[in-house]
């Protein structure tokens, strides 16, 4: 059974840093694309940053580009999103997501953690 | 960048009616197109990849259709329990962007 659970969510004031992380189970972890996507409290969901199975590729969305950075430890089975200089608006619920095909750089998401809540707020 | 709509924002429908949302690419993506579903508090499911592509497991009531730039999700007899916001999603190449979202509810 596929698994990813998320932690390090907290409540943060404005410009501070936070690291999240995924941990996953029940696949080949290494085989499969990750990606992280957040909910603003009432709103839709916001692709945030992703990357492939072995890093060589990776990509944010503009609202966060040089402020956050996605990377992952084959070795762990883990997938980490380093937040930094963070903004009211950057809270949300945050998903680690699990891509759909193997060795992919296009692949829709077939799995969703439960997300951390992230609050950003002084 | 490319821009996902989607309508309507909201519907109602009875028990058993067929439903209907609409996804709009704002340049082609070919079929790198999927659906979500996600109930209230929970986290998204998928429910069709490749455009039209069910997911194991999920009820044959879903359908989906569609190319390039205009895609549609069918859902044949709704149940109750398909009370949700549904999203759907490109993902040709980044940014992964998602639709605004579909609410749906039971009239």
Redesign the interface.
């Known amino acids: 059974e596929v698994q990813l659970v998320e932690s390090g969510g907290d409540l943060v004031q404005p410009g501070r840093s936070l690291r999240l992380s995924c941990a996953a189970s029940g696949f080949t972890f290494d085989d499969y694309g990750m990606?992280w996507?957040r909910q603003a409290p009432g709103k839709?969901?916001?692709?945030v940053s992703?990357l492939s199975w072995n890093s060589g590729r990776i990509?944010?969305?503009?609202s966060v580009k040089g402020r956050f950075t996605i990377s992952r430890d084959n070795a762990k089975n883990a997938l980490y999103l380093q937040m930094n200089s963070l903004r009211p608006e950057d809270t949300a619920l945050y998903?680690c997501a699990k891509e759909?095909h193997p060795w992919s750089?296009?692949?829709?998401?077939?799995?969703?953690?439960?997300?951390i809540l992230v609050t950003v707020s002084s | 960048?490319i821009q996902m709509t989607q309508s309507p924002s909201s519907l109602s429908a009875s028990v058993g009616d067929r439903v209907t949302i609409t996804c709009r690419a704002s340049q082609g993506i070919s079929n790198?197109l999927?659906w979500?579903q996600?109930k209230p508090g929970k986290?998204?499911?998928?429910l069709i990849?490749?455009a039209s592509t069910l997911?194991s497991g999920v009820p044959s009531r879903f359908s989906g259709s569609g190319s390039k730039t205009d895609f549609t999700l069918t859902i044949n007899s709704l149940q109750p329990e398909d009370v949700a916001?549904y999203?759907c999603?490109k993902?040709?190449?980044?940014?992964?962007?998602?639709?605004?979202?579909t609410k749906v509810d039971i009239k």
Request: without cysteine; hydrophobic residues 30%.
């Open positions: 990606h996507v839709g969901l916001e692709w992703g990509d944010y969305a503009d998903y759909g750089s296009n692949s829709w998401i077939d799995y969703w953690g439960q997300g | 960048d790198y999927a979500y996600q986290a998204p499911k998928l990849y490749v997911r916001t999203y999603q993902y040709n190449g980044a940014p992964f962007t998602f639709g605004p979202g």
